[in-house]
Structures are given as structure tokens and as C-alpha cells.
């Protein structure tokens, strides 16, 4: 679905990925786990055009997207929920959901994925009136997620969805990935929490100094002794054993 070849990235003389090269299959969950400043949030964001490569390919279903801005990308199936969720904060749920499906013209089928939202995130429904400002850090997640969602992504791309939640929260994010994926989201996870988002996936790159340096299984890398040194650390209280 997804395919990404020496790409590189720069902010100034700052290199930021370089001869990156990954891909992600249909119906999978890949996750990407690397240190801070290692590159991952300038992958996602080069992928939804966000950024612009130095060199380098990206192709989805099979077709370049280099050059096309991010609401041609929106229109083509890929959905960012980006670190910080940056809710709309003085607009409703609602209206902050409305926004995710700003390209699509199919009005019934928006009412039933609005619908699907809300089952999957029963506060959102709860809060449904409430402006997004006014949520905890984990209902703006699921929003974040859920406004993402409105616009029928093929391939849902979430960056650090666990930061700064308490645990029993990314816990329950970690079984609504799980979930999305099941019924055939495609997604690409970047992620601290690199023991949870190993656990969630498919499959594992690891990125360091913008380059991927291990890939593998989620379980592969898991197991792997360098893995292991250099990013699990201790048990994390995530709850996904």
C-alpha cells in the first residue's frame, strides 16, 4: 500500500531522515520506535505532505504522492492524527468531527461513520455539545482519532497517541487501535511507548539518526537483545501482555 525509498529530509544543513526506506502492506499495523530527534514525526509528516523530501520516493496504491499537497492526500486515504491531537478548541465534538469529513460529498455515508465514531468513543457522544478545549487529554485523543476517522482513511497514521495519557488510557487506546485495524484500517504507528507499540504490530522499523537501522516482526524485536538495551528499558504499566 505504502512505499517509501531512500527518503531524506532536511530542515536547513539539519538532516533529519536519510535513505530512509520502509513500506507498509494493506491491512496491516507497522510501527516505527526510535529515540527523540530520531526522524519519526518528519516520516509522518513528509508522507501527509506536510514536508517536502530533498530525494527520495513515496508511493501509495501504487502511485506517487510526491508534490501533492495534503488535502489531495486526505482525498486519496491518507488521515495524519498528529502529536498534541491539536483539537479545534473553541469548536464542539461535533463540529470538530464535521471538519474531518470537509472533502467528502457522500452525505449518507458521513452520518454513518459519525455514528461509527461515536460507538467506538461513547464519551465523545457524552460530550457530544461540549467545546474541544474543554476535554481531558485523553477524550481530545479520541477525538483527535475519531475526527481522523470522518474522513474514511485507508491508511490511519498516528503519532505519539500515548503521550502524556495516564496508563489505564493508552490501554484503552491500545485495544481501539487494535480494533480500527481489525476492521481494515491500515495503520502506521509512531510511538513512544515502544514495548506497547511493538505489541500492536505487524511489523517494526526502527528508526536512529534519520535511518532505519532494525526491522522486523513486532515480536522479532521484541525479543531482540539490542532492541531491548536500547528502547524497552523496563516493563512498562501499559496493561498489553
Do not use: W
Not at 523530501?53 to 498528529?82: D, Q
Amino acid at each position: 500500500m505504502l512505499e517509501i525509498a531512500d527518503l531524506r529530509v532536511s530542515y536547513g544543513p539539519i538532516v533529519a531522515l536519510q535513505s530512509a526506506t520502509l513500506g507498509v502492506a494493506q491491512g496491516e499495523t507497522v510501527t516505527v520506535i526510535g529515540a527523540n530527534g530520531a526522524g519519526k514525526s518528519t516520516l509522518l509528516k513528509t508522507i501527509c505532505g506536510l514536508l517536502r523530501p530533498h530525494s527520495g520516493r513515496i508511493s501509495f496504491e501504487g502511485t506517487s504522492t510526491l508534490g501533492l499537497p495534503s488535502a489531495a492526500l486526505i482525498k486519496r486515504g491518507i488521515a495524519l492524527v498528529p502529536e498534541g491531537r491539536h483539537v479545534f478548541p473553541d469548536l464542539s465534538v461535533r463540529e470538530n468531527l464535521d471538519l474531518g469529513a470537509y472533502y467528502r460529498r457522500d452525505r449518507q455515508a458521513v452520518r454513518a461513520d459519525l455514528e461509527r465514531v461515536l460507538e467506538t468513543f461513547p464519551i465523545l457522544r457524552e460530550r457530544y455539545r461540549r467545546p474541544g478545549g474543554a476535554l481531558s487529554g485523553g477524550q481530545q485523543q479520541m477525538l483527535a482519532i475519531g475526527r481522523a476517522m470522518m474522513s474514511r482513511p485507508r491508511l490511519l497514521m498516528l503519532d505519539e497517541p500515548s503521550l502524556g495519557l495516564a496508563p489505564a488510557i493508552v490501554q484503552q487506546l491500545g485495544r481501539i487501535i487494535v480494533d480500527l485495524n481489525r476492521t481494515g484500517t491500515t495503520i502506521l504507528l509512531v510511538e513512544q511507548n515502544a514495548r506497547m507499540a511493538l505489541r500492536l504490530a505487524d511489523r517494526a522499523y526502527v528508526l536512529a539518526g534519520g535511518r532505519v537501522v532494525h526491522s522486523g516482526t513486532g515480536r522479532q524485536l521484541l525479543d531482540d537483545p539490542v532492541v531491548q538495551a536500547s528502547y524497552l528499558g523496563a516493563v512498562h504499566a501499559d496493561g498489553l501482555n
